[in-house]
């Protein structure tokens, strides 16, 4: 990943975020005319948006938007495990945490722009980890017309692991610094086949060890009303995952493991037909492309869908999808020649054969299926959501592509007027899909989480907290790295690698600073 190819990426962002502002500014425009005339209205886009787009409807009850700066700070202390990931062995260090965050939305008439950072430094008291920086930036801007809206939003983070769980914030419950309450969406927010995620979720979530990693996720979405119960979307993205650094062992030294970058490029088309008002029915066309660090591999996926929708409002969201999936696979494979005539030996006895190894181009087609399934409900005291996603993912930087299974539920309720529980669980499996193009000898991982933890208000500003997150990470196979490279030096290598995080911590957030 090129340092030019990075601020290109963030300047896109920025400058995008610089007309959306200086177009509010603005005087407003009168009000538009209804689209479809006095009687019939256009469906507000925000309230109930397409189920082929990115947005979700809000569950929060309704409250009068409002233009604000919240600053804030954290501070936590961890007790882990398994610091360094290792796989077959076990070390507890203390981790502690110092971040700095600051959520900006700022609305007129016809434009929003929302920004959400919280960054500081992490310090690992283990041997070749130490001090690391942790930064997360997203923006979203929406300019809105008559029949329709546009938004363009971006993600970034530079983590010192992966943030599959959040466990480089000290769980994933810990902190709750998103864009999506205060715009009434979750900032990239499911698409309907999942791949505006997947640099996320199978890029760079899951980890082992401490290997800082860059990703960042640039998104535009069009929604345009055709009709009152009618409406297309239209979907591009753009995401990287690129990692700086390779494996280091126990012992601190390198290791000759380097995990995988990805580029990826999203493109996807719905048309939403809405029953009545709690009904939605879409179908939707998605192309899914990634290009990875190994020289001349490379997937490109298709898939069509047919969604369905019940929604409350502000009390229940239930969507499902599924359709066929059409994957290319393209990479060089290293094939065993004497003098260019391909030799039939297994690859380590090559050159005991006098052979050479040469990258032959092979290509490979797959039918699949991919779907997700997800459900949200707000009750009087608590709200829940379950997910479950079908789809192909960059691999984690363990393989060039791979199919996932990804589980996701959370969970939080008020116990009374001070304190509030919190919880919530995530499971991914993961397999291949390159003959060669991994980092690790494999051929599928799976990695699970769970976490629980109470919230404690200290007056208006100040919240505490208390959480413990276990972490599960398996291969397929005995060890997949090389010796010596993320084991034990008693324990030895194996094909599994468990964290306990034990944290305690304080948020301190003062009322939102208006600025209307």
């Known amino acids: 990943m090129k340092k030019g190819q990075i601020i290109l990426t963030l300047a896109v962002s920025l400058c995008a975020a610089s007309a959306a502002w200086a177009q509010g500014e603005e005087p407003p425009a009168p009000s538009p005319v209804p689209a479809f005339g006095q009687d019939n209205p256009a ?7 397409p189920i082929s787009a990115i947005d979700q409807p809000g569950l929060e009850p309704h409250a009068a938007p409002e233009s604000f700066l919240l600053p804030g700070l954290h501070f936590s202390e961890s007790a882990d495990s398994n610091v360094g990931g290792s796989l077959g062995g076990y070390s507890v260090s203390p981790v502690t945490r110092a971040l700095g965050s600051l959520t900006l939305q700022k609305l007129w008439r016809n434009y929003a722009i929302a920004m959400d950072y919280i960054g500081g430094v992490v310090y690992y008291d283990q041997k070749g980890i130490g001090l690391e920086q942790l930064h997360q930036f997203d923006i979203d801007n929406r300019i ?23 466990a480089a914030y000290g ?43 860059l990703t960042n996720q640039a998104l535009a979405d069009v929604v345009e009303s055709l009709s009152p119960k009618s409406s297309v979307t239209l979907s591009a993205g753009y995401g990287i995952v690129h990692f700086y650094g ?28 809405t029953l009545n008002a709690k009904d939605q029915v879409a179908v939707s066309y998605g192309y899914q492309g990634f290009s990875f660090s190994t020289e001349g591999t490379a997937t490109h996926s298709h898939v069509l869908q047919a969604l369905y929708a019940h929604r409350v409002s502000g009390r229940m969201d239930f969507t499902i999808g599924a359709g066929p999936q059409f994957t290319h696979i393209s990479e060089n494979a290293a094939i065993c020649t004497f003098l260019g005539i391909p030799l039939n030996v297994p690859t380590n006895n090559c050159t005991a054969f006098g052979g050479t190894f040469v990258l032959v181009p092979q290509a490979a087609n797959h039918i699949g299926a991919a779907g997700r399934v997800s459900l949200r409900y707000r009750f009087t005291k608590a709200s829940v959501s379950l997910s479950y996603s079908r789809f192909n993912t960059s691999g984690s930087g363990f393989f060039a592509g791979s199919r996932s299974d990804i589980l996701l539920f959370d969970g939080q309720r008020p116990l009374s007027r001070v304190w509030d529980l919190f919880g919530d669980v995530g499971y991914s499996r993961n397999s291949r899909l390159q003959a060669g193009g991994t980092s ?77």
């Open 246 to 273: 390779n494996l280091t062992s126990l012992t601190g030294a390198p290791a000759n493991v380097s995990f995988i970058g990805s580029s990826e490029e999203t493109v996807q088309f719905g048309y939403d037909r």
């Open 144 to 166: 809105n017309w008559k029949r329709g809206q546009l938004a363009i939003r971006d993600s970034f983070s530079y983590l010192p692991e992966g943030n599959f769980g959040f």
């Open 171 to 213: 769980g994933s419950g810990a902190y709750n610094s998103s864009l999506g309450s205060s715009l009434g969406s979750s900032m990239l927010g499911a698409s309907a086949f999942g791949g505006q995620t997947s640099a996320f979720y199978g890029g760079g979530g899951v980890s082992v060890g401490e290997v800082p990693r």
């Open 43 to 49: 469906p507000a886009v925000g309230e109930n948006p």
């Open 440 to 516: 690790v000898a494999a051929n599928n991982f799976s990695y699970v989480y769970a976490g629980v933890g109470l919230h404690r208000q200290f007056g208006r500003s100040l919240r505490g907290f208390v959480s413990y997150q276990f972490n599960d990470l398996s291969f397929d196979s005995a060890c997949p790295l090389p010796a010596g490279s993320l084991g034990s030096p008693t324990l030895g290598c194996s094909s599994r690698s468990q964290r306990h995080v034990g944290s305690i911590g304080l948020d301190w957030n003062p009322r939102p600073i208006r600025l209307d």
